[in-house]
């Protein structure tokens, strides 16, 4: 692998945003699952689904982001919550 290039994540891993997405209400550092990968048509960055939960486990979103948007989770990194009605 080269080193710019993205690892590739398993299915169904969690991973998290290192980057905001107002259009979507997400702000770097949330966390999301990963679905499905999705190939750019046009030769650019593929893409990644991923399904996004509320802090109870339901899911909330799906949404489509650059494979270079999201990071693998880390043993130093904690989880924290935060309200989605003042999101962004």
Known sequence: ?????IPL?????????NRDFPEYNLRQGDIATLIDTVPDPEDGEDGYILEVF????????????????IAPLRSDEILAVRSLVNAV
Not at 1 to 5: A, G, I, N, S, Y
């Open 9 to 17: 994540f398993p299915l169904y891993s969690r991973v998290s945003l």
């Open 54 to 69: 509320n802090a109870l486990g339901e899911s909330i979103d799906v949404v489509t982001v650059a494979k270079s948007a």
């Open 1 to 5: 692998m080269k080193e710019t290039e």
